[in-house]
């Protein structure tokens, strides 16, 4: 069992900056893990990805080079680093532990959001 819980959303503008964090309680170092996150109206979607050991990560088109996505396994946190923000990344993002680095396939554990808006 895994619990996540985000943190670190908030109100900024366009172009600036924003760390996300996800704490785990339980074997959070066992899985790959993901963000992911809904804007209002629109269905989820993913937007990074993590190996469990780091060795790998991915990116959804839309934030590429902007969003660096990290883990720290020992204080069993991910981080999301989102740079030049947009509107458009207006959404309540979610982490989640993932069953397969290469799908977002109904993940077994997601944390409960945290709200991330970009004025213009």
């Known amino acids: 069992q895994v619990q996540l819980v985000e943190s670190g959303g908030g109100l900024v503008q366009a172009g600036d900056s924003l760390r996300l964090s996800c704490t785990a309680s339980g074997r959070m170092s066992a899985y790959p893990l993901g963000w992911f996150r809904q804007a209002s109206g629109k269905e989820r979607e993913s937007v990074a990805a993590?190996?469990?050991?780091?060795?790998?990560?991915r990116y959804a088109d839309s934030v590429k080079g902007r969003f660096t996505i990290s883990r720290d396994n020992a204080k069993n946190t991910m981080f999301l680093q989102m740079n030049s923000l947009k509107p458009e990344d207006t959404a309540v993002y979610y982490c989640?532990?993932?069953?397969?680095?290469?799908?977002?396939?109904?993940?077994?554990?997601w944390g409960q959001g945290t709200q991330v808006t970009v004025s213009s």
């Open positions: 989640a532990a993932l069953r397969n680095f290469y799908s977002d396939y109904e993940p077994p554990y």
């Open positions: 993590i190996t469990w050991n780091s060795d790998n990560t």
